[in-house]
């Protein structure tokens, strides 16, 4: 399974297990919920920065860290890189959706590249 990575809001009347991510702060993975064998992986081509793999924990194109302080998810494979969400929103079914990409972390507006990991 190899598709783009977006990040859309739902609301909690609304189960969106098919768009929701878990970062693991242990194992640097981002996997997803509904396909637990899953995971995002940093790998750009001409569509989209990010894709869903194969979960593999040997593999640094799928591990990034979460840096409490900041608020930063940070790429292992581009260090001064932040998962972000980019500043175009677009309406998709009853929700709004934004593309993920790598920006540069000092560069970027905390709006965009700011996330809350819960336990």
Same mark, same amino acid.
């Given at each position: 399974? /190899?598709?783009? &990575? ?14 929701? *991510? ?7 993975? &981002?996997? $997803?919920?509904? *396909? ?5 992986? *940093? ?16 593999? $640094?194109?799928?591990?990034?860290? *979460? ?5 930063? &998810? ?11 969400? +980019?500043? /175009? $929103? ?8 934004? +593309? ?12 965009? &590249? ?6």
């Amino acid at each position: 399974m /190899e598709d783009k &990575i977006t990040y859309k809001n739902c609301s909690q009347s609304y189960k969106c297990g098919d768009v929701q *991510f878990q970062f693991e702060v242990e194992t640097g993975l &981002i996997r $997803s919920v509904a *396909f637990a064998e899953y995971c995002m992986a *940093f790998a750009p081509n001409d569509q989209t920065t990010f894709a869903l793999e194969t979960c593999d924990l040997t593999n $640094s194109i799928q591990a990034f860290t *979460f840096e409490t302080d900041t608020g930063w &998810i940070k790429s292992s494979v581009e260090k001064t890189q932040c998962l972000a969400v +980019e500043g /175009e $929103s677009r309406l998709v079914g009853p929700f709004m959706s934004r +593309e993920l990409t790598l920006l540069p972390c000092a560069d970027t507006s905390e709006r965009f &590249i700011k996330w809350v990991v819960l336990p």
